[in-house]
Structures are given as structure tokens and as C-alpha cells.
């Protein structure tokens, strides 16, 4: 059982290139989540989804996109990568109240 | 505006011994709480997670208390062992909203 994997695992960007960050489930949960990182800050919501073809909003979307064709896959769009993009980027997705984590991306645009 | 406040930001401890993180939170009304455990270079990983009716919870040497009316809660790690180096964070979910707020956590360092 895999759990969530996050491809890839470290990127580097230059500003203005785009990239997918790329979430897969294989637990079958409705929920997933995107999240970032930055040092010595609490985790952010990027973006959400209740479940396939549903997506929403968190706190920090600007910037990002999202889609959710599957139940399994939740890729994170970054159309033109800014320095404020430098993070780590965690996937999860949740079933009733527990949250699973991927291992996370980090990401630097230079 | 719904905040997670941790304490201390870091934390020192030889081999062996018990420790006790913070946690206040302003989030109100809230549904529940976590207490996750985030290794470096990896995501975090569910620990507790208590209803407000709940007054404590343990999982392991991990005990996790709630004082709902305080808006207070601690995680208490007995006999510490390396492995528990880590950063622990507390994560509160409103019943406003599915959005999880999260502390910023406290980074514990068990040494031998």
C-alpha cells in the first residue's frame, strides 16, 4: 500500500517556467489536499477537492492551479514560477478525520 | 482570526526523559485536534487527534490533553528515545470550514 506519493521529489525552476507537481492516492479517499511549507512556518492550504471534478480554494491559491479528473490523481499547476514559490509542497488526502501526508516536494525557483 | 500558538519553538532533551509541548489555539468553534510528528524531510504523520469532549488521548509513549475551556492543549512524550527528534506540530480544524490550522511546531531534539 503506497499511501500518497509525490513526484517530484526536488526541482529546481527558473522564474517563469511552469511545472506540474504531480499527487497520487491509492486508498480510495474522497478528500486531497495541497499544502506548502516555508521554513519555520505552520503548513498553508493551497487547494482542496470534496472529491473528482471538485476543487476549491484554501488560503494561499494564488499562483497555483488545480485539477481532479480521478479519484486518485490531484496535480498542482504552477504556470509561471515566482522566487515567493520556493517551498515544500505536501499532498495529502484524508479519510473521516485522519490525514495522510506524501513525502513532499521541494521546490526552488531561482 | 483563527491562530495555533506552540511552545517552546525548540526543545533539548537527553535520552530517557519525559517533555511536555504546547499548544493554545483561538480557533473557536472547533471540531477537533491533531497532534502530528513531522521527520525531517518527510510529511507529517498523525499522532492523536481529540473532540472537544475529549480530555485525553495516548498513542504509545504519546499523550496528547484538551482543555476545551482553556483552549490549551499538551503532548506529553515519556522516555524519550532518538527517534522522537522531530518537529511536532498541533493542528486544530474548525467547524466553520474543512481547512486544518496548523502550528507552526516545536522542533525536539532527544540527544545521548
Known amino acids: 500500500n503506497a499511501g500518497v506519493t509525490q513526484t517530484p521529489k526536488f526541482r529546481i525552476l527558473k522564474i517563469g517556467q511552469s511545472m506540474t507537481l504531480q499527487c497520487t492516492q491509492d486508498?480510495?479517499?474522497?478528500?486531497m489536499y495541497w499544502y506548502r511549507q516555508d521554513p519555520g512556518m505552520g503548513l498553508k492550504l493551497i487547494y482542496y477537492s470534496v472529491g473528482a471534478g471538485i476543487t476549491d480554494k484554501g488560503e494561499v491559491p494564488n499562483g497555483y492551479n488545480v485539477s481532479r479528473s480521478t479519484t486518485e490523481d490531484f496535480p498542482l499547476r504552477l504556470e509561471l514560477a515566482a522566487p515567493s514559490q520556493t517551498s515544500v509542497y505536501f499532498c495529502?488526502?484524508?479519510?473521516?478525520?485522519?490525514?495522510?501526508f506524501g513525502a513532499g516536494t521541494r521546490l526552488s525557483v531561482l | 482570526k483563527n491562530q495555533v500558538e506552540q511552545s517552546p519553538q525548540s526543545l533539548i532533551i537527553l535520552e530517557g526523559k519525559n517533555c511536555t509541548l504546547q499548544?493554545?489555539?483561538?480557533?473557536?468553534?472547533?471540531?477537533?485536534l491533531r497532534w502530528y510528528k513531522q521527520d525531517t524531510g518527510r510529511g507529517p504523520v498523525s499522532l492523536t487527534i481529540?473532540?472537544?469532549?475529549?480530555n485525553t488521548k495516548s498513542n504509545g509513549r504519546y499523550t496528547a490533553t484538551l482543555d476545551a475551556d482553556t483552549k490549551q492543549s499538551s503532548l506529553h512524550i515519556t522516555a524519550s528515545q532518538l527517534s522522537d527528534s522531530a518537529s511536532y506540530i498541533c493542528v486544530v480544524l474548525s467547524q466553520a470550514g474543512t481547512a486544518l490550522i496548523f502550528g507552526k511546531g516545536t522542533t525536539l531534539s532527544v540527544s545521548s
Open positions: 499548544c493554545n489555539y483561538t480557533v473557536s468553534p472547533f471540531s477537533n
Open positions: 495529502a488526502s484524508s479519510s473521516r478525520n485522519i490525514q495522510y
Open positions: 481529540m473532540t472537544f469532549s475529549e
Open positions: 486508498m480510495n479517499h474522497n478528500y
